[in-house]
C-alpha cells in the first residue's frame, strides 16, 4: 500500500508558475510509474505527464514546454514544475503510482489560474 500526497496548489495568474509535489509514503522503486493527472470541472481526469521506468518523460500536448515532470528516487517524491500557466490549466491535479501489483492515487491539490 502506498499513501501519496500532494502540495504545492494554489491561485496564481496566468503566466505564473507553480511546483506542485507529491510524497509516497514507502520507498518507490525506480521502475514504478510516477505520473501527474488532471480533471477540471465537468472534465474526465487526463494524464498531463509520467515518468515510466527509464524511459523519456511523456507529456499531455498542451503542456509540453511549459510542464516539467521529475522524481527523487532517494526521497520518494515526484515533482510537477509548471510555467506559462494558462485558465485552461485549472484543475485538480493528482499523483499516480504504479507499481508491479496495484495503482494509487493522492487527493489531489487544486490549481486555478486567474486574473
Known amino acids: 500500500q502506498v499513501e501519496l500526497v500532494e502540495s504545492g496548489g494554489g491561485l496564481v495568474q496566468p503566466g505564473g508558475s507553480l511546483r506542485l509535489s507529491c510524497t509516497a509514503s514507502?520507498?518507490?522503486?525506480?521502475?514504478?510509474?510516477m505520473a501527474w493527472y488532471r480533471q477540471a470541472p465537468g472534465k474526465e481526469r487526463e494524464l498531463v505527464a509520467r515518468l515510466r521506468g527509464g524511459r523519456d518523460a511523456e507529456y499531455a500536448e498542451s503542456v509540453r514546454d511549459r510542464f516539467t515532470i521529475s522524481r527523487d528516487n532517494a526521497k520518494n517524491m515526484v515533482y510537477l514544475q509548471m510555467h506559462s500557466l494558462k485558465p485552461d490549466d485549472t484543475a485538480i491535479y493528482y499523483c499516480?503510482?504504479?507499481?508491479?501489483?496495484?495503482?494509487?492515487w493522492g487527493r489531489g491539490t487544486q490549481v486555478t489560474v486567474s486574473s
Open positions: 514507502r520507498r518507490v522503486l525506480s521502475t514504478d510509474a
Open positions: 499516480y503510482v504504479r507499481d508491479s501489483t496495484s495503482t494509487y
